[in-house]
């Protein structure tokens, strides 16, 4: 095959593939809107904007006794030991 | 004392060619990128440590009954251990605030122009003498401008797997460059004033449309992209899984014990394809530029298209968040956050920038099934 | 545009056919059952998950070189999956209220009748024109009877690995609508009177005996029953991990990381056989039919038995207890603690009824292994 | 094989199962029975009337601040972050 | 009643042959062993649990389809077992103290004369009528001496599967006899007067000396004994996953759920190979005897070459260290501080010992290195 | 191969095998004295003389409230169960 038709074939990806693409997600996009207005809202909605379980977790441990979290590390290491 | 020299003829000195010196060099290359840099060490730890092991000579880890041979064989031949680790990821991903704004997933899409434009300049690369990449492997280089380890190593252990060392290795790498790759291309794309936009904040989002956001991304790629499948399917597990409530034992064995054994395994048998003959050549150094361009096209598509937004929505979408379309979870995101409280220190884009970066994901995937599909 | 036709050519639309579609379904219902209703959810998403994925059109998950291909051959086809599942199992298992009073084992025993009818009515199932079950079949099929998922998972692999999807599902659903099916058949057998028994405390238990318990099991099944040594070996072996206390690394990966990641695997396992060929036939029906007779004659056989047993010990046995025989841990205890409680606010029975409840799992597994040698 | 012949097999099937299976626990009920006389009991029993290793930790559960107890999650969630 | 007839047919009883019995004895002896006396539980339960499953008459597990059959192929037959043991002891280990005070490789060198008196002594053996041991036999036997059970697994699969069995089961017994097996030895070469030396404390150690000695200790294996890279490249991995600091994750993997997992497995790969053909010969008794003979030169060459270096350092070497250079980690090591402590109760050894015992678990791979370079 | 041969061969194996053992271990001695010499200390050095991680653990348990790792055991078993 030379490198002209090679060319055109990667022209044609190139379209091809970002239409799919957009038309993919363009899709997702209608159908996450439609679900949002089928859905009832939870009554203590998750908050959405947390992207980690991890953030909570790292606030707290500015709040924590330091002594604290050294009995807790000692626990968790017994703990670790024994599984 | 016979036996003295036949270990010397067995040694390590005896068999050196220097081929394989340069492939180790580039395994301690990888090893200090990870541990003194902190490049992505996840991958690159085992990646540069299969490196060096593949290519000690007489030591047979890459033959058949060599460890090397059998982890390759059994997790990357058959595709099994990318798919695992999408199905972690799937695990760790929440699509709260993509489900929340859910016309980020355009950024996501425009980004993947990296992705197609690349393999247009890979095939454009055969004009020059040296290199005859086909489109196989054209599309398995592109797609490393997804951004996505393990959607690159799919792709390209089923369209061409001599180059999976080097795509595998230029995905990470440019992963791990996102801090230092995008931000002159976000800041030459966008005024300060575009830079300072502050977006409204993102709307709680339920249980119900968290659970039923996997199900229906993977009920859409059944019925339009059969190939894209495998990928989306496995990701849309673990998310579901992460998402049900009702199985915390699976959602956390994907989320730690599975993904952080195939992980080891997946570097290493990424590593045992750094082979001198198949890295040592030219080719390796057009993917190489082939990457910094499909990340930097990948960059400045999603900015524009975010520019575009913006102005259709008369200013309320920051066009910094399209830099985060190119997915590399979470960097992309964390990049966009710091640019952006440059120009406006009040200006938190971070939850914002988590819907266009986990778009990416999916855009890539999306785009593996395209090329699966076309040129498969 | 060449290549647009092509991927719409490759689009699911293009190729389903309804039988692929209603399997869908069966599917998604399946994952209902699992999230919303809660029915199992450990096994039943990932087989709702799996059923899904086999039956995508043009995606090949279940043709060699797809990943439910792999895990299936690997996992099931060796037997493997249930056995790493049972020792799991063993591994989380307290015999100590059995070794307290070893005559629940009675009930485990008397609860196996479920099969063994349900075998009968199987293969005179035959007499309706359309339904042509082997011995083999209708043994795999009776085996739901066992309540108990690894031993119909591993004794359907064996004797007719074409129905081992409609049983599993089968086994898994009934094991959760236990609560259901069995207070009314609890309620007709026995009298207010009866179910109001109070039973004795039981004695302490001593480590030794903890200990020597698998393995007496494990030597009386070498002695008397060989074909059931796979199971009862895999779950004595877990046990004594538990027991022993000087392998606790072991018994904890047993108990979690093990069968956590098989659990997942395990589950798309069987959901890959849940193909339109096999599952859309009237022998489907006649499975779901079977199973539930087998849950209802078994339970019913373990309360008589129980009835029997309290006549005899002079009233000191609470015949509700020979429901908790057909296993089904710790589901069919907490039903028996429950309607116990409704006639008698004082009446504790769940440490009495984990007796026979752990009783029922060997029952089953001797049942199987029972089936295997004169069948297999 | 006809019909008749098979519930025969079925029918001979049943009997034997029943047969078996209440032969063997019933001797695993004779062999318990004897360990129990031949072993000696603990020193300090385990008490055979806890089903699971779970009971005391939610009694215990009961009596902890629950302050406490996030300052643990917290400790639990970095040890699990560093593994 | 036919089938009453057929399940007799098919008991154990009614197959058994003496000889099978014998291994199952052989069996509960090991599970005595770890259960009762503690030693080496984490392989030696396992390991029993596993002969008497190989045994059972008609159960089948170690043929093909068997679920031993297939544990043992896919993890011992392939090597690979034994080398993910190896990456999570390099995970758990800390070379600080080696690296504080190097010259205690001489130690660990000495102890691996075991080995190979041992070897000598194994093909000494052959002059008694009964035994014919080959050069990879008796290879395979020697490495008893180095008191490390992944070592000797993965060398005795390579040279001798046949005795891999026997092999193991002494390794790891006498691992654990080290308490009883070392003193006597220690205080027969040893004055009250050396037992009494105390050490210098050791210097801090680095990080970046921690993490460069993997991959130093690599790189020479690489350039002199290719041989050994497999084992020493695990060891390494896992060590510099440890000590790099960045890959945590893949670190706690190595060192907990693939460990755990594969020490299960390893054991019953193992104990599959208790075959009574295999195992009931009287090699196995010249293997246990060789293998208390291996451990004890271990212990006395060390020893005797603390000793010199003792006299060279004018007295600032406690001869007992020697006795560490065995390996048996960290076993050894205690019993140095045990002793120590007996003839001066300030005399803590403890630390300075693990040099030594870390030393032992090199020398003893790269004896294994050498031997299957040279008889291989 | 008679046994004279085999005895001479094991012979040599040991000559061979412990000369090897000892050249390869008395060179990583030397490698790890010029690492040493080379690398600079770190400015707040980790102990050599601490053989586990454990050790830290096991002294400060010695000083934690029996009651607290109650609680912790408690909450780590909760965390457990949820995993
Ligand atoms: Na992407
Ligand atoms: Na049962
Ligand atoms: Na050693």
């Known amino acids: 095959m030379d490198i002209s038709e090679l060319l055109l ?16 997600l363009g899709l997702l996009v209608l159908v996450v809107q439609s679900v949002a207005k089928l859905v009832p ?30 009995a807790i590390s000692t626990a968790v290491q017994q703990y670790r030991n024994n599984n | 004392m016979d036996g003295l020299i036949t270990l010397w003829h067995d040694t390590g000195i005896y068999h050196f060619e220097w ?17 003194v840099k902190k490049f992505e060490p996840l991958l690159l730890l085992p990646i540069g440590f299969g490196a060096i092991l593949a290519n000690i000579p007489n030591a047979g880890f890459t033959d058949p009954g060599g460890i090397l041979y059998y982890i390759y064989e059994i997790g990357i031949g058959s595709t099994v251990f990318p798919l695992l680790i999408f199905m972690g990821v799937g695990a760790m991903t929440d699509f709260g605030a993509l489900i929340a704004n859910p016309k980020m997933l355009f950024l996501g899409a425009a980004a993947q122009f990296g992705i197609f434009a690349t393999l247009f300049g890979a095939i454009a690369l055969n004009l020059i003498p040296g290199f005859e990449f086909t489109l196989q492997d054209a599309s398995a280089i592109a797609i490393i401008g997804g951004a996505d380890g ?12 001599d180059l999976l060392g080097a795509i595998a290795v230029a995905a990470y790498s440019y992963m791990a460059l996102v801090p230092l790759i995008q931000p002159p291309i976000m800041r030459a794309l966008t005024s300060e004033k575009e830079r300072a936009i502050q977006m409204e904040q993102l709307r709680p989002v339920s249980k119900a449309e968290k659970i039923l956001f996997p199900l229906l991304v993977l009920f859409a790629c059944i019925l339009f992209l059969p190939s894209a499948t495998p990928l989306v399917g496995m990701f849309c597990l673990g998310n579901l899984m992460r998402e049900s409530g009702v199985v915390d034992r699976l959602s956390g064995a994907a989320q730690n014990e ?24 030219v080719e390796t150094l057009g993917i190489l530029a082939l990457g910094a361009v499909a990340f930097s096209v990948g960059t400045g598509s999603g900015v524009m298209m975010a520019k575009v937004m913006s102005r259709l929505s008369g200013g309320k979408v920051n066009p910094l968040l399209g830099a985060a379309g190119v997915s590399a979870v979470p960097m992309a995101a964390r990049v966009v ?20 970066n986990v778009a990416g994901v999916l855009g890539s995937a999306v785009a593996a099934g395209v090329l699966l599909a076309l040129v498969g």
């Open chain 2, 258 to 281: 599975i993904i952080n054994t195939v992980t080891i395994f997946l570097g290493l048998a990424v590593g045992s394809k750094l082979s001198a003959e198949a890295f040592l050549s």
């Open chain 1, 41 to 70: 809202a939870d009554e203590l909605p998750v908050a959405s904007n947390k992207p980690t379980t991890q953030a909570p977790a790292a606030q707290a441990s500015n709040q924590v006794n330091p002594k604290l979290i050294a």
């Open chain 2, 150 to 161: 393990p959607t690159a190593i799919f792709l390209a252990s089923k369209l061409a797997p």
């Open chain 1, 9 to 24: 074939q990667a022209g044609n990806l190139m379209l091809v593939g970002m239409v799919s693409v957009f038309l993919f």
């Open chain 2, 337 to 356: 956050n710091k640019v952006g409280l440059e120009s406006n220190p009040q200006n938190f884009l971070l939850m914002h920038a988590m819907g266009p």
């Open chain 2, 19 to 35: 081929k394989q010196l340069v492939m180790m060099a580039v395994g301690a290359l990888l090893l200090f990128l990870a541990i």
